[in-house]
């Protein structure tokens, strides 16, 4: 064999090692894509843990800072071949600085959804939403001492980089303190996500709020905003970190004026 067909076939099998070197750069980099859009999907059936701090800053007649750390477990169940029920709970430790400072549980809200198994680019869940009357101490000021329930809707569509979709949610209060006011109250939740190359994205989620019995000036909370995030490896393990900031362009007249949301999501065996 002359030594031009040996060149020729070490360039070959050089070239054939590298292509496949490449695909399988390329197949990780689509996997870690998948799961990053897999862990921004709240209907996704996997297991998370989120740890989401809101300081809310501006709050009050001294303009301090309001701030919720909000542990938020998702958790799927099978019911069927065809259908899901995914528990999302959200347990908010709250730092109240006014009228008197305090630090305590606040109320504890619980969604249970119903999800097909079976979607596309498209995925829809539905069923009841819960608060609970948990506030402790003076954080009963900024709680509702009432017991509610109500509807909650999800979708989600994803398509290319992009995963977007909402959470929406309505309360009313049906017992609880007679000396507190009924609760009538929604939440909408944009879930806007751009993903970017090695687990990196771009994401904006506000949590926008209307209570229905407070008048014109006091009814809205509707913060406008966005950060970045990043998914990565920890051991054998995958979470996220994201940070968001966001201005209020409509708040109660005590209410905050911006905020700074920082969420570590841990991604766990199902």
């Known amino acids: 064999m002359t030594m031009a067909r040996l060149a020729t ?14 695909a399988e750069e390329a197949g990780e980099k689509d996997a870690l894509t998948e799961l990053a859009k897999q862990e921004q999907n709240p209907l996704a059936r996997i297991i ?12 009050g007649p001294d303009n301090e800072v309001l701030n919720f750390l909000r542990i938020q477990p998702v958790i799927p169940f099978d019911l069927s071949e065809d259908w899901s029920l995914i528990a999302r709970p959200v347990i908010p430790i709250v730092h109240q600085p006014w009228p008197e400072s305090a630090d305590g549980l606040g109320d504890i809200g619980l969604q249970l959804l119903l999800s097909p198994e079976k979607s596309g ?3 829809w869940g539905a069923g009841p939403a819960f608060l609970f009357p948990t506030a402790t101490g003076k954080i009963k000021f900024i709680s509702t001492e009432k017991w509610s329930a109500g509807p909650a809707v999800v979708g989600v569509y994803t398509s290319g980089p992009w995963v977007v979709g909402a959470i929406v949610n309505q309360l009313w209060s049906f017992a609880g303190d007679d000396s507190r006011p009924d609760v009538s ?12 190359p090695d687990g990196w994205y771009l994401t904006s989620s506000p949590s926008i709020a209307a209570n229905w019995k407070a008048d014109n000036d006091n009814r809205w909370l509707v913060p406008l905003g966005g950060g970045v995030a990043k998914l990565f490896p920890i051991g054998s393990k995958w979470m996220s970190i994201s940070l968001e900031a966001f201005y209020h362009v409509k708040s109660p007249e005590i209410g905050p004026d911006w ?11 199902k």
């Open 185 to 196: 109250a929604m939440t909408l939740r944009p879930v806007i996500n751009y993903n970017l």
């Open 48 to 59: 998370r843990l989120q740890l989401e701090d809101n300081a809310q800053f501006g709050f």
């Open 121 to 123: 680019k498209f995925i």
């Open 9 to 22: 076939l070490a360039l070959a099998g050089l070239l054939v090692l590298t292509s496949a070197v490449a």
């Open 259 to 269: 905020q700074l949301r920082l969420q570590l999501t841990f991604l766990l065996p």
